[in-house]
């Protein structure tokens, strides 16, 4: 019954911290997974809330690994890619007549 909720992740930064995160989205890209991601403990208002995009690696026993993507045009070709994923279809029905 993974479909129904909301899946959750916890990750750690470089300086130990810990977040936790709402997996909205997975996508597969040429041939790497992403997850897009929006802060779990961190109220809308904060100027640092948005959308994270995480590439998601195998560690050497297959589990996996959360990576930050730190080349600008993978990140903005995956950003592109969940967005026509996420809101596409809203897109088309803007131009639907009646």
Excluded: K, W
């Excluded at 977040?19 to 040429?30: G, I, K, R, V």
């Amino acid at each position: 019954m993974d479909d129904y909720g909301s899946n959750f992740i916890t990750i750690e930064d470089e300086e130990g911290n810990e977040f936790e995160l709402e997996q909205l989205d997975t996508l597969e890209h040429d041939g790497s997974e992403y997850g897009l991601f929006l802060p779990a403990d961190m109220d809308e208002e904060d100027p640092d809330y948005g959308y994270i995009i995480l590439r998601v690696d195998a560690d050497d026993d297959g589990g996996d690994v959360y990576c930050s993507v730190d080349e600008e045009d993978e990140l903005v070709s995956v950003y592109d890619l969940f967005m026509e994923q996420l809101f596409g279809d809203e897109d088309n029905d803007e131009g639907g007549g009646e």
